[in-house]
């Protein structure tokens, strides 16, 4: 059966009564090729494309996994994918983003933790993250509601939420795929408190690619 994001309510606290870490989540398809970047398949090939999404997110997991602070989470599709396998470059049961457009997709992954536990939420096609950024998120959540890493593209990279409060409808009416994504859901935060990390650039056509040619 595969893994689902409901499974991951509890207490905030594990077994001994020790808080949960913050969590960290990858959000990626499979690396099948046709299952992903198919706006990057578009303009170098879809087997250059398969290439790029395998290497790349073996590379960013691998790096990001290398911390004791946080605990990472592989938050994948499709759904038949959520199960242990030698594709995913992590060890464990990755979790099934569920049905719906990409902000239900994305709220149910930054839901699904504990109150009061902080979960960042990144995606698998951006080479230069950093061990340092993703700190940088979590420490920006001890006293803000959400924290946001922007796109040079308009949208964005990495979203996160504290976990101390509810927040309604924080993709309501976003603009997916399009220069006005970051811009729509930081109007959905006008009555909350944020903060923004650095501005990095997600690889999603042959344009982006260009300076990423060693990730084939």
Known sequence: MPCSVDQWYGTGKDSQGVRLKPILLIMTRAPQIGAAKRRLANDIGYTAAWRFHRNTLKQVSTKLARNPQWKLHMLVSPQRAARPSRNWPIRGCPHAQGKGDLGKRMLRGLNGFPRGVPVVLIGSDIPGVTRSIIRKAFSALKNRDA???????????????????????????????????????????????????????????GYSFRDQPNLL
């Open 147 to 205: 924290v946001f890493g922007p796109a040079q593209d308009g949208g964005y990279w990495l979203a996160g939420f504290s976990g101390r409060r509810k927040l309604w409808r924080p993709f309501y009416r976003v603009q997916w795929s399009t220069d006005k994504a970051l811009a729509d859901t930081l109007a959905n935060f006008s009555h909350r408190q944020l903060a923004l990390v650095d501005t990095l650039s997600d690889v999603d056509d």
